[in-house]
């Protein structure tokens, strides 16, 4: 089955119509499994070494009611915290060790799907602009959203990122292409190690 608009171009972010966006990426696929087994993957970020080539390690830096005595939950939620160490070039044959980019990132919005109702799951975050680093909102802004989906034969995965600010122009121009590249081999990747679990 192929989906309609993969890429999902026609899709906003909750600050960012497509229209207004410098840089619009994104990717879909579908996964012949139950949705709760697909939000589990995608929120349980222990899991992202043995199935994210883009991003194989995170580091969760808050979460919301985290008690002093326990440690960090992996598990993405509304409130959370967490820093991607991305590979840009997760194909790469090269033997030499790829640095991690690290993005330190803040989950706005988290709900699960829900199999009885049909209700989407969605999963949204941005930039954790009150990180160390991390650039000012005026010079990139930028959403990621998730929506796991039931539909006949499985669950339908969307997944897009839209991006403002002057520093946008930059990012397009050297790492466009290598993005959207990126994105696809995320639901891939997520797509396989569902399939294969």
């Not at 160490?85 to 033997?95: A, C, G, N």
């Not at 050297?174 to 959207?180: E, T």
Request: charged share 20%; glycine share 6%; proline share 9%.
């Amino acid at each position: 089955m192929t989906l309609p608009d993969p890429t999902n171009a026609s899709r906003a972010t909750p600050n960012i119509p497509p229209e207004k966006a410098s840089l619009h990426i994104g990717s879909s696929t579908l996964i012949p499994a139950p949705s709760p087994k697909v939000w589990a993957a995608l929120t349980d970020t222990s899991t992202w070494p043995t199935w994210n080539s883009f991003v194989p390690r995170v580091t969760i830096r808050s979460q919301p009611n985290a008690s002093s005595q326990s440690p960090l939950s992996p598990i993405l939620q509304q409130g959370t915290k967490f820093t991607f160490h991305v590979r840009m070039d997760p194909t790469s044959t090269s033997e030499k060790p790829q640095p991690a980019t690290d993005v330190h990132l803040l989950i706005t919005e988290c709900t699960a799907p829900d199999s009885e109702t049909g209700a989407v799951g969605r999963i949204v975050w941005t930039g954790d602009y009150e990180a160390p680093g991390t650039m000012s909102r005026s010079l990139l802004l930028a959403e990621r959203v998730h929506e796991i989906r039931d539909v006949e034969g499985g669950t339908e995965v969307r997944n897009w990122e839209a991006q403002v600010g002057w520093v946008v122009f930059v990012v397009r121009m050297m790492y466009g292409v290598r993005l959207q590249a990126n994105f696809e081999l995320w639901v891939d990747d997520l797509r396989r190690f569902v399939e294969g679990s």
